[in-house]
């Protein structure tokens, strides 16, 4: 495929279908401007695991495992998968967990704040700004030798986990038994039929791993290196959901507002302050880390057991937010937003700071 | 012949590193030692941008990749 297509050409495509889908997963039954969203979804699926009992967002969204399964099918059919692992897990763990409870603070991932200003919620442009400089702080890090240190060959048993794991999960949101939580209203209560979600999730998780879709490195690589090839995946999407919100009837230009009906729609929330740092925190980690939310599970899909950790800190990033009201919501930011966004920039400074190569 | 191990390390440690060998060592020639086809390609397509030319062997568990400086930039 590769010869047939230019890489560049075929990661523009990818962004383009990731961009229509994203937009017709509203039509289809995901909430307003939340047609994909990496946090949100692993967030809802904590939910419905019991991780947090915050019953408006419990939902196991098959978009996600659609993700890890296309991934493991896609890396498998092309060679890619390879059992890894050994980079600093425990480390990866947390940066996962801060890097989920940023975006919750914001109430988006790196997807969905591009995602958000594709439906005209101006607020999307606020948190663009944020992961912008919390990229351009991990790569100040990274020039001065940050590292979180080399993966190695793992057992192949190891490689398998997360895929193994969500086709158990995919299992219980089918069966559904009864210790599976399901919001019966609320964002989590919004969504497509599972065969849609899973196929879609599917879909972008071939074509993601394939074009190794990154929603920070796209920023990170036209910063570092002046290199658009990540950027114009970004990009891509970016026009092509709001192409599609268009045609559909769905942008609205604004700054959605806090406390309103609006925003309990298209959950959201202004508060100009807490999304710039929250999603400077988001990106600052996923420089750290060496992707976004949305690589990190595509990784975990390949094999790479230190992103599958990230994942599962994610999972866990998503409890400690509704557990300790660090979440925001339509009302507004929670009451403990402020102190998980700080708590979780300073962790990341130090680990900056700290885990440096010897060498110059 | 400058070698640079970026086996292991996450994206984007390898483009960096060779990013610095390039400034570090100006039309010398390179060997970058890879294990993943995503590293392989982040680093050709730098070294593709500031002129280099781009040979890559298969290694066992890898790629090693060299860079040969051509002068165009």
């Not at chain 1, 890894?84 to 989920?100: D, E, Q, T």
């Not at chain 1, 557990?323 to 920039?345: C, D, M, Q, R, Y």
């Not at chain 2, 010398?28 to 941008?49: H, Q």
Request: glycine residues 12%.
């Amino acid at each position: 495929m590769r010869k047939l297509l230019k890489p560049k050409i075929l990661i523009i495509l990818a962004g383009i279908v990731f961009g229509v889908l994203a937009a017709y997963l509203v039509k289809w039954g995901n909430p307003s401007n939340m047609g994909f969203c990496t946090a949100c979804f692993l967030r809802d699926i904590a939910g419905a695991l019991g991780l947090h009992g915050a019953k408006a967002v419990q939902y196991i969204r098959p978009e996600i495992l659609g993700l890890v399964l296309g991934a493991f099918v896609a890396a498998f059919a092309f060679r890619e998968f390879r059992s890894r692992g050994g980079s600093s897990p425990l480390l990866r763990f947390l940066l996962g967990a801060f890097m989920m409870m940023g975006a919750l603070v914001f109430l988006g991932c790196t997807v969905r704040a591009p995602l958000r200003l594709a439906g005209g919620d101006l607020n999307g442009i606020t948190a663009i700004g944020g992961i912008i400089v919390g990229v351009i702080a991990g790569i100040f890090f990274l020039r001065k030798g940050f590292n979180l240190g080399r993966a190695t060959k793992m057992h192949a048993a190891a490689g398998w986990i997360m895929p193994v794991l969500m086709i158990g999960i995919l299992l219980l949101a089918i069966f559904i038994p009864s210790f599976i939580l399901r919001s019966e209203s609320g964002p989590a209560s919004l969504h497509p039929a599972l065969w849609i979600s899973i196929i879609v999730g599917l879909v972008v998780g071939v074509l993601a791993q394939r074009t190794r879709m990154c929603f920070a490195g796209g920023w990170r690589d036209l910063i570092m290196v002046r290199d658009t090839y990540l950027f114009s995946g970004i990009a891509a999407f970016f026009i092509a959901a709001l192409i599609t919100n268009y045609a559909l009837g769905y942008v609205h230009w604004g700054f959605i507002q806090a406390g309103t009906p609006e925003a309990a729609q298209y959950i959201a929330q202004d508060n100009h302050l807490w999304n710039f740092f929250s999603m400077g925190l988001v990106g600052l980690a996923a420089t750290l880390l060496g992707g976004c939310p949305l690589r990190q599970t595509i990784l975990s899909g390949e094999g790479d057991t230190d992103a599958g950790v990230t994942v599962l800190g994610m999972l866990v990033g998503a409890a400690f937010a509704h557990n300790f009201l660090t979440a925001s919501s339509s009302k507004g930011i929670g009451a403990n937003s402020e102190i998980a966004v700080i708590l979780g920039l300073v962790f990341c400074l130090i680990l900056g700071f700290m885990m440096r190569e010897k060498t110059a | 012949m400058i070698e640079i191990d970026v086996r292991g390390l996450s994206c984007p440690i390898p483009v960096v590193k060779a990013k610095k060998a390039f400034e570090d060592h100006p039309n010398e020639p390179i060997a970058v030692l890879t294990e993943s086809a995503v590293s392989k390609e982040n680093v050709s397509r730098l070294a593709d941008s500031r002129g280099y030319s781009v040979k890559v062997e298969n290694v066992k568990d890898g790629f090693r990749l060299l860079l040969t400086p051509t002068g165009r930039k």
